[in-house]
């Protein structure tokens, strides 16, 4: 599941430094912190939906024609997370 969560930039960039999740266990604040965060957060999906929903007139011209600003949002947002988990592998 692609998750949007807001988080403190200084819990982010201490995690992106290497925390395995045996590490932030040893964090119990820090580890709270995170699951409150993940428990706020918006499922992208739902985002995209949002997205169409409320810029439906916008996305189609008044042929029903899906517009390039649709295309380029929708493929932005389907590769959200791509790149990175592209290099994990």
């Known amino acids: ?3 949007i969560i807001d ?3 200084e819990q982010y960039e201490f995690i992106k430094q290497g925390m395995s999740i ?3 266990v ?3 604040a820090l580890m709270e912190a995170i699951c409150e965060h993940i428990a706020c957060g918006i499922p ?3 985002v995209k939906t949002k997205i169409e ?5 916008d996305m189609f011209d008044k042929w029903g024609n899906e517009t390039r600003l649709h ?3 929708m ?3 389907d590769n959200i997370g791509k790149v990175e988990s592209e290099n994990k592998e």
């Open 71 to 73: 295309k380029e949002l």
């Open 7 to 9: 988080i403190h930039e």
């Open 53 to 57: 929903t409320n810029l439906s007139r």
């Open 1 to 3: 599941m692609k998750l």
């Open 22 to 24: 045996d590490k932030v």
């Open 44 to 46: 992208l999906n739902d």
């Open 26 to 28: 040893q964090f119990p």
């Open 75 to 77: 493929e932005i947002l």
